[in-house]
């Protein structure tokens, strides 16, 4: 529909991990995607539910398990390449970060170095509609990265 294959596209995903926490980039789309606000936005939201997408077709018999596997590998691999030297590692990460006033973690785009992270790349430039779905985002991130904390506190010492 768009004219390009799904594996030639890269669209930087940021923010959090569930629902409207979850920002695809669509503008910085990589090649360029020429598509209307609205299109755009029935993507987004189809990106954003992906995962309930999913379960609704097992007929909630199972969960987006395989997606994360694809994720993960495409992640570590990329660790694998940048600890073994290569240069311009880039990949989307969950990690601690001050990208965003008053949200101590966020996925962005990080280059991996041999040692992990070694940058955290700025968000860069958004058009107006994904502007307005960071301000949206922020409280329920917020609240899903307290909840997350209150939880590590109250683990066990090890």
Same mark, same amino acid.
């Given at each position: ?15 959090? !991990? ?11 789309? !990589? ?54 030297g290569e240069d311009g590692v880039v ?39 994904e502007e307005k779905s960071l301000a ?23």
């Amino acid at each position: 529909k768009l004219g390009v294959y799904p594996r030639d596209v890269t669209i930087p995903v940021v923010g959090g !991990h569930a629902g409207i926490t979850i920002l695809p980039l669509l503008s910085q789309a !990589h090649p360029p995607l020429q598509m209307g606000e609205e299109e755009a936005a029935k993507l987004t939201a189809r990106i954003q539910e992906a995962g309930t997408e999913v379960v609704t077709a097992k007929n909630g018999a199972g969960s987006a398990t395989l997606s994360m596997a694809a994720a993960a590998a495409r992640f570590s691999v990329a660790c694998l390449r940048a600890q073994a030297g290569e240069d311009g590692v880039v990949e989307c990460a969950y990690v601690e970060s001050s990208l965003i006033p008053g949200i101590p973690f966020f996925a962005s785009r990080v280059r991996l170095g041999s040692k992990g992270v070694s940058e955290v790349i700025a968000v860069g430039e958004m058009n107006t509609a994904e502007e307005k779905s960071l301000a949206a985002l922020k409280e329920e991130l917020v609240g899903s990265i307290q909840k997350g904390v209150e939880f590590v506190k109250k683990q066990p010492a090890k």
